[in-house]
T-cell receptor
Framework: GESVGLHLPTLSVQEGDNSIINCAYSNSASDYFIWYKQESGKGPQFIIDIRSNMDKRQGQRVTVLLNKTVKHLSLQIAATQPGDSAVYFCAENRGSGNTGKLIFGQGTTLQVKP | NAGVMQNPRHLVRRRGQEARLRCSPMKGHSHVYWYRQLPEEGLKFMVYLQKENIIDESGMPKERFSAEFPKEGPSILRIQQVVRGDSAAYFC????????????FGEGSWLTVV
């Protein structure tokens, strides 16, 4: 079926700690995955992406891990800051070429305690 | 470098009226996507358009909803005879032919039906 889900609806972390947000997907044919950050009243903001031929990709303070065996995706945020507080969505792209038909998960709310 | 521009940001309509939401893609982008987000939920794909062509409308409700992306001007998402259940945030996204699958979102249009 079509589903991309997140394991926890809310994650609360202390400022400075590392955060790990998890995501499970169901379609083994998906070949491209994206993490978005959405602040209240705003649009999704691209964080990082990964293709299915990779299992890890790093950005600035963020790392995405992809485990195709168990169809699991995670976003790691190092040294979490108050500005990281938002809802985080994983999304998968099952299209070929340039189609942007993304399947979004329900989102995990990250709360950063000062 | 302007991002994806959407207007209006907020729109209030009475039941039975029409709502028109506009989207100008990022400069150089020729692919436009519309998504809907209900409160406390993830985004749901509605339609994918290129100039003067609807490529994939598999997420569009069968009635009252239509979308276009004319040769000149912004993409328009049109909702006729709105009902309370249409109240949601509508996001437009765009991508370019040379940007792989990276999809950038606008800030959204919040429709409230009263």
């Amino acid at each position: 079926g079509e589903s991309v889900g997140l394991h926890l609806p809310t994650l609360s972390v202390q400022e400075g700690d590392n955060s790990i947000i998890n995501c499970a997907y169901s379609n083994s044919a998906s070949d491209y995955f994206i993490w978005y950050k959405q602040e209240s009243g705003k649009g999704p903001q691209f964080i990082i992406d990964i293709r299915s031929n990779m299992d890890k990709r790093q950005g600035q303070r963020v790392t995405v891990l992809l485990n195709k065996t168990v169809k699991h995706l995670s976003l790691q945020i190092a040294a979490t800051q108050p500005g990281d507080s938002a809802v985080y969505f994983c999304a998968e792209n099952r299209g070929s070429g340039n189609t942007g038909k993304l399947i979004f998960g329900q989102g995990t709310t990250l709360q950063v305690k000062p | 470098n302007a991002g994806v521009m959407q207007n209006p940001r907020h729109l209030v309509r009475r039941r039975g009226q029409e709502a028109r939401l506009r989207c100008s893609p990022m400069k150089g982008h020729s692919h436009v996507y519309w998504y809907r987000q209900l409160p406390e939920e993830g985004l749901k794909f509605m339609v994918y358009l290129q100039k003067e062509n609807i490529i994939d409308e598999s997420g569009m409700p069968k009635e009252r909803f239509s979308a276009e992306f004319p040769k000149e001007g912004p993409s328009i998402l049109r909702i006729q005879q709105v009902v309370r259940g249409d109240s949601a945030a509508y996001f437009c996204a765009s991508s370019g032919t040379d940007s792989g699958n990276t999809i950038y979102f606008g800030e959204g249009s919040w429709l409230t039906v009263v």
